[in-house]
């Protein structure tokens, strides 16, 4: 029944934001989405490699409306569809919320409890399983005004551990689609007044594009890049201070190739700004 009760509430939400894409209220540029389709055929994920797009966060909209770009077919079934991570005090504020975002493959998290909660666990469970999931890995919503910049160019802001916790805890490396979206800023700007900024505006025009995969081999060199520390003679206080030391070090320079595939992604399409709309 749980199943049955997920599949309606997917499928549902997904012909709705289908209706919407193509409703005229807004327009759509898609890029590359043979990349993704590709990859939930893979027969990989039957041997258990998880899939996970990471994308900017541009608005309260970006997801659900972004899938609206898939295939029907895909709604249909929890494989191809993606698990996503959404704040507990904006999605599961009261129970009739709650279980529409459960039942919706939203996995509750919290705020400030750091990359070790429950969520993040549920996330690398999921990847095991060779489900989808779907990342904003700045955490939050970021608009391109707020983009800090380097030499005059903007970047994303940084980009939270908890994406390299979930890349290198999965049993086998996920395939990393990067993704960039342009437009939602301008379909839900930040800071409009009650009631506006519950409303999408109409006449944006939105871009979803996906990045080839992220190659497995950066990644895995630097998995393999962790000491070995066994014969060294330490106390076990220390021993865990000095691998705690070492795997965030890795867990930073994981979540660094991860931002840096998306934002060249984003460079190349919406220009040094980043704020481009897609061609």
């Not at 807004?26 to 389709?37: E, F, P, Q």
């Not at 409306?65 to 904006?90: E, F, H, M, N, Q």
């Not at 802001?157 to 805890?169: I, L």
Request: net charge positive; charged share 20%.
């Amino acid at each position: 029944m749980s199943q049955l009760l997920s599949t309606a509430v997917i499928t549902a939400t997904g012909l709705t934001c289908k209706a919407f894409l193509h409703s005229g209220l807004c327009s759509i540029t898609i890029s590359n989405l043979a990349v993704l389709l590709d990859a939930l055929q893979d027969q990989s994920r039957r041997k258990g490699q998880g899939l996970i797009t990471v994308s900017n966060h541009l608005s309260t909209l970006d997801d659900p409306i972004t899938w609206g770009i898939l295939p029907s077919r895909c709604y249909t079934k929890s494989r191809t569809i993606r698990w996503v991570l959404g704040a507990s005090d904006i999605m599961f504020t009261n129970p009739v919320f709650s279980a529409f975002f459960r039942n919706g493959q939203v996995i509750e998290t919290f705020r400030g409890e750091g990359i070790f909660q429950p969520a993040l666990d549920a996330a690398i469970d999921k990847l095991n399983q060779g489900h989808w999931v779907h990342l904003f890995g700045e955490g939050k919503v970021c608009q391109p005004p707020r983009y800090p910049q380097v030499n005059g160019v903007a970047h994303l802001q940084r980009f939270k551990w908890g994406v390299g916790r979930v890349v290198m805890e999965a049993n086998v490396l996920p395939l990393i689609i990067p993704m960039w979206l342009t437009g939602f800023d301008r379909l839900m700007p930040e800071g409009r007044p009650f009631p506006f900024k519950f409303f999408p505006k109409v006449g944006v025009k939105l871009g979803v594009a996906f990045g080839d995969p992220i190659p497995a081999a950066r990644i895995a060199a630097l998995l393999d890049s962790l000491p070995n520390h066994r014969g060294e003679k330490f106390l076990a206080s220390d021993m865990a201070i000095i691998e705690e030391r070492e795997m965030d070090h890795i867990r930073s320079e994981v979540t660094a190739i991860v931002q840096r595939a998306v934002e060249d992604l984003g460079w190349k399409l919406s220009g040094n700004q980043l704020d481009k709309p897609l061609a």
